[in-house]
């Protein structure tokens, strides 16, 4: 398993270069080739009404292919520049999930509020319309070594299973990796019923070294959602961790998009999302 491919969406917002310091890094570290994606709305701000000119629009894709070619071109890596026509949430969002099915994984932006020039729900939607597992990139600080304090969210669903296997490339040689579980056993169940499971043997078999950490439902009452995310967001902060993999829901357990809403608004370190 390897990430040969990667997209970053480069726009006009102020984080845009922080974000391509992290696809440069990655890609040159993993071999990989590197898309550079331009997508934006045809305007500005949560109400959407102040509508932009082609003159501005088109300064903004200039700017940014400009910066990405700087970037890009200053690291050994293999680039190529996409952009999508500027257009409404309805056009947008679907066709930049559609580009990053033609990649490994989609490296985007936590929102930088008002006056973004993509929607609020931007990466949650690309995470569950694409197919693809996709590196979000926090609005603040400097994250260029991603994978080398890993946190990893499981309860054993679909979904996590998805993202656990989706991080396997980014967290080989890692120094930490910490699973957190937040699993319980199915009602009715009988002792025995089922083999003994081991997440934690199964990453081994990929060269990783885990702490597997379990919560308990005293420290997580009902293992309800924002107990999750609280739980999530204070062991990043205690680890330190420079990555935190978890699984993307659409109105079902864990973690549904109300609570990823809640985790890309306090998000410190690269979060990776799958479906």
Same mark, same amino acid.
């Given at each position: 398993m390897a990430y040969k491919h990667l997209l970053v969406h480069v726009d006009g917002g102020s984080r845009a270069a922080d974000?391509?310091?992290?696809?440069?890094?990655?890609?040159?570290?993993?071999?990989?080739?590197?898309?550079?994606?331009?997508?934006?709305?045809?305007?500005?701000?949560?109400?959407l009404v102040a509508r932009r000119s082609p003159q501005n629009m088109a300064e903004a894709s200039r700017s940014a292919r400009a910066l990405f070619e700087a970037k890009s071109s200053a690291a050994p890596v293999v680039a190529e520049w996409w952009e999508l026509p500027p257009g409404e949430y309805g056009e947008v969002v679907p066709q930049a999930a559609a580009c990053c099915r033609y990649a490994d994984l989609?490296?985007?932006?936590?929102?930088?509020?008002?006056?973004?020039? !993509?929607?609020?729900? #931007? +990466? &949650?939607?690309v995470a569950l319309g694409s197919g693809r597992p996709v590196l979000v990139v926090p609005a603040f600080g400097r994250h260029a070594g991603v994978g080398r304090r890993v946190l990893v969210a499981w309860n054993g669903s679909r979904e996590a299973a998805r993202a656990l296997n989706d991080a396997i490339p980014l967290m080989r040689g890692a120094e930490a990796v !910490?699973?957190?579980? #937040? +699993? &319980?056993?199915?009602a009715g169940a009988r002792?025995?019923?089922?083999?003994?499971?081991?997440?934690?043997?199964?990453?081994?078999?990929?060269?990783?070294a885990v702490q597997?950490?379990?919560?308990?439902?005293?420290?997580v009452p009902g293992q309800d959602e924002p107990g999750v995310v609280h739980a999530l967001l204070n062991k990043g902060y205690e680890m330190q961790a420079d990555l935190t993999v978890m699984g993307l829901?659409?109105?079902?357990?864990?973690?549904?998009?109300?609570?990823?809403?809640?985790i890309l608004r306090s998000m410190t370190s690269p979060l990776l999302l799958s479906s």
């Open positions: 974000r391509l310091d992290v696809a440069v890094a990655l890609a040159a570290r993993l071999g990989a080739r590197l898309t550079g994606l331009f997508a934006e709305l045809h305007s500005l701000g949560p109400s989609a490296i985007l932006g936590q929102h930088e509020g008002e006056g973004a020039a !993509v929607p609020e729900d #931007f +990466v &949650q939607e !910490v699973v957190l579980a #937040f +699993v &319980q056993p199915e002792p025995g019923r089922m083999p003994p499971l081991n997440i934690a043997a199964h990453l081994a078999d990929h060269g990783i597997y950490e379990r919560l308990t439902e005293e420290e829901a659409r109105g079902l357990p864990f973690v549904r998009t109300s609570g990823a809403r809640a």
